[in-house]
């Protein structure tokens, strides 16, 4: 089936939204606290589902059922219920990390930056104060004749690794 232009338009607007959310701390922790009373109004919903699913599977006998056959046929609807339920719970605990780990990443980023500009103000004073210290005097100029040059060892034991 082929995408209407409204849908299109609809989801660009989306889109756009979305990202003016993702760029400010407060708008996305106020969208996620939507979302999460948004599941919150659905877990006791699917409580309360799973609980009269659970009391009806159970109380289905057939002719010829052991008292364990309704049990064991009940779980293959109780578990699928049970696992959406886990899901939502670690669903609203990961929308309240991820709230506080958006707050905390803008705060990170602006201590780094105050912090680089910190360091890079006391290197430069660290600079300044080591140029000033150093006095300006000149080399003295070293004759030809008495430049240092390097000796042969004299034992034995300076020959270090030059013996193998």
């Not at 606290?33 to 699917?46: E, F, G, H, S, T």
């Not at 609807?77 to 929308?95: Q, Y």
Request: proline share 6%; aromatic share 4%; net charge positive.
């Amino acid at each position: 089936m082929p995408e209407q232009p409204q849908d299109t338009e609809r989801r660009l607007k989306n889109t756009e939204q979305l990202r003016e959310i993702a760029r400010n701390p407060d708008a996305f922790a106020a969208l996620l606290q939507d979302y999460q009373r948004v599941l919150m109004d659905i877990r006791p919903l699917l409580e309360v589902l799973r609980d009269e699913t659970r009391l009806y599977c159970r109380g289905v006998h057939v002719e010829g059922d052991r008292g364990y056959h309704p049990r064991q046929r009940s779980r293959q609807v109780e578990a699928p219920l049970n696992h959406a339920l886990k899901l939502i719970n670690r669903l609203l605990s990961d929308l309240e990390k991820s709230a506080h780990r958006r707050r905390a990443h803008d705060e990170k980023v602006e201590e780094t930056a105050r912090t680089r500009r910190e360091k890079e103000l006391e290197r430069a004073r660290k600079k300044r104060q080591k140029l000033a210290a150093v006095p300006q005097r000149e080399t003295p100029r070293v004759e030809p004749a008495q430049e240092q040059q390097y000796s042969e060892p004299t034992s034995l034991s300076d020959l270090g690794r030059r013996s193998a």
